[in-house]
């Protein structure tokens, strides 16, 4: 039968660097047992999947798992961190996450990501398929300002930041997209509740939303909304 022990191995690629410990035992039916941690730069995924699209950001992750007949289980956590999104349709810096994922030959699952962004929290759950790399992520966002937000999302035919609008926003939302966001979606339903103290030069603002956004046809269907300022309600 037999096996072997890999005590420690130091891989560098590019800007990132990996630890990583092997056990293999039963040479006639190998069965893998490792454990790594790895301080990833996503420049480098950028330039090995050739994917100009991929973010900007560090992740700093670690985990343990198995291999034997082909297939594939294993389990870690991560932490990213000064993540930079540079998309026609959203653009922020110095974002970060965290979570615990679950991994074997289909895909992968980050059962709680959990994010602190522009005021308020995410929590959510997100998959990957890696057929196609497929994404789906559910999420809840509460307390996120909308004065913070609406600069991220400003673009040039879509003037969004100019409505000078503040409140608090609760959302419970669904993402589907591939690869570096491409075909990206959301649906899902929103409520805004004006702040005690808007940001300065901004309008407090109260809204209900139903809606859903497909990037590919530039479609964006408000299925039922309601807005309220202090002198006006649609």
């Known amino acids: 039968r037999g096996g072997f022990t890999l005590e420690q191995a130091q891989i560098g690629v590019g800007r990132s660097r990996f630890d990583a410990q092997a056990e293999m035992t039963d040479f006639a039916n190998p069965k893998?047992?490792?454990?790594?941690?790895?301080?990833?730069?996503?420049?480098?995924?950028?330039?090995?999947?050739?994917?100009?699209?991929t973010p900007e950001g560090k992740v700093e992750v670690r985990g343990e798992g198995k291999f034997a007949a082909g297939q594939m289980e294993g389990l870690g956590s991560f932490v990213a961190s000064e993540v930079r999104l540079d998309y026609d349709i959203f653009h922020a810096k110095g974002l970060g996450a965290r979570g615990t994922y679950r991994m074997d030959n289909r895909g992968l699952v980050i059962p709680e990501l959990?994010?602190?962004?522009?005021?308020?929290?995410?929590?959510?759950?997100?998959?990957l398929r890696f057929a196609g790399l497929a994404f789906r992520a559910e999420t809840h966002i509460q307390?996120?300002?909308?004065?913070?937000?609406?600069?991220a999302a400003e673009e040039r035919h879509f003037p969004i930041d100019e409505l000078h609008w503040d409140s608090a926003l609760t959302a419970d939302t669904v993402e589907t997209w591939t690869d570096s966001f491409k075909h990206f979606e959301v649906s899902g339903t929103s409520q805004w509740t004006a702040p005690a103290e808007p940001a300065s030069g901004h309008i407090p603002v109260?809204?209900?939303?139903?809606?859903?956004?497909q990037h590919d046809p530039e479609r964006l269907t408000v299925d039922s909304a309601v807005f309220e300022t202090q002198t006006s309600r649609i």
């Open 206 to 213: 109260n809204a209900s939303w139903k809606l859903r956004y």
């Open 114 to 127: 959990s994010a602190e962004v522009f005021g308020g929290s995410l929590r959510g759950r997100v998959t």
């Open 32 to 53: 893998w047992n490792y454990r790594y941690r790895g301080w990833v730069n996503f420049l480098d995924f950028r330039r090995i999947l050739r994917s100009p699209h």
């Open 143 to 151: 307390g996120v300002r909308i004065s913070q937000v609406f600069p």
